[in-house]
């Protein structure tokens, strides 16, 4: 289903514009840049914005230091996030200072001092901490209604009430468990799996094999919206590009179900947006 709405138009032109700008950084000189970096399961995500918080320059690398949500290779995510960030400023000609970062919701006491120590270790001010549903909304400006960030891991919910966020929660099903069926089904190793369930092509054929999954995680998410009344369902994250997905969610759980044109770099732009100059 695609919403109308203006939020929607503003987040699918912030994520074309940073689609372009990840080819094509714009080379126009910043009085300051904005960095959001996005830890995720399968993928790291940089998303660099200017002094206006529009997309300059970006960079993602598959990478497997995070598993449910909480780092597990410590030294590997300061070595990736350095490298991406060394990359960009290659591009820009010019330092990153500032960033911020997120965390799925429910793991602050837990990883929220890992996350910050990564990104301080990677060369960055880290100026902003939250968790990754608020941060996507950022982008997605949503009013009322669940945003549920759907990553290698885990799935964040948050509701939202008149803008505000009134409930979070972090539920450990994801992408993960995606690539585990796939494996299964095609006697693949869980690498094999997990880049067969990227390409686009095979999307048509997997949804079949994954609607047991995609109904768990449905079941899942319908617990917390019915006891907060939601009325409309908003998916990120990098599992939620799977065609069809929002289909089989907004059939199981009986409410509208929305995505935006890509969903993988809705939250790391929120996160960029949510970034100050102001150090934690």
Same mark, same amino acid.
């Given at each position: ?9 503003? %987040?699918? *032109? ?41 997309? #300059? ?7 497997? #230091? ?8 410590? =030294? ?9 960030? *060394?990359?960009?400023? *290659?591009?820009?000609? @010019? ?30 001010? =880290? ?20 945003? #549920? ?9 948050? =509701? ?9 929660? $972090? ?14 089904? !095609?006697?693949?190793?869980?690498? $094999?799996?997990?880049? !067969?369930?990227? $390409? ?22 319908? %617990? ?14 990098? @599992? ?34 949510? %970034?100050? *100059?102001?150090?934690?």
């Amino acid at each position: 289903m695609k919403p109308v709405n203006s939020a929607f138009q503003y %987040c699918n *032109q912030l994520v074309a514009d940073f689609e372009k700008v990840i080819k094509k950084p714009i080379l126009k000189k910043s009085s300051v840049y904005y960095t959001g970096v996005d830890l995720g399961t399968a993928y790291i995500v940089l998303a660099v914005l200017d002094e206006n918080y529009q997309p #300059v320059a970006g960079a993602y690398r598959f990478a497997s #230091v995070v598993k449910d949500g909480m780092v597990v290779d410590y =030294i590997g995510a300061i070595r990736i996030v350095k490298e991406l960030k *060394q990359e960009v400023e *290659q591009k820009l000609g @010019t330092e990153l200072v500032y960033a911020a970062a997120a965390l799925p919701p429910g793991t602050f006491t837990l990883d929220s001092g890992a996350i910050k120590h990564v990104v301080e270790g990677a060369g960055f001010e =880290i100026t902003n901490l939250l968790d990754e549903p608020s941060a996507a909304n950022a982008a997605l400006k949503i009013k009322d209604g669940a945003i #549920v960030d759907i990553g290698g891991g885990t799935t964040g919910i948050a =509701i939202l009430k008149d803008g505000k966020v009134v409930y979070v929660v $972090d539920e450990p099903t994801g992408g993960t468990h995606f690539s585990l069926v796939i494996a299964g089904a !095609y006697k693949m190793s869980f690498n $094999d799996a997990d880049q !067969y369930k990227r $390409d686009f092509k095979n999307h048509r054929e997997l949804l079949p094999v994954l609607r047991p999954v995609i109904e768990k995680v449905s079941s899942i998410i319908g %617990c917390h919206v019915t006891e907060y009344q939601a009325k409309e369902i908003y998916l990120v994250g990098g @599992t939620c590009c799977l065609q069809g997905i929002e289909d089989v969610i907004g059939k199981q759980t009986k409410l509208p179900t929305f995505k935006p044109q890509n969903p993988m770099f809705v939250t790391p732009l929120g996160i960029a947006l949510n %970034c100050t *100059q102001e150090i934690l």
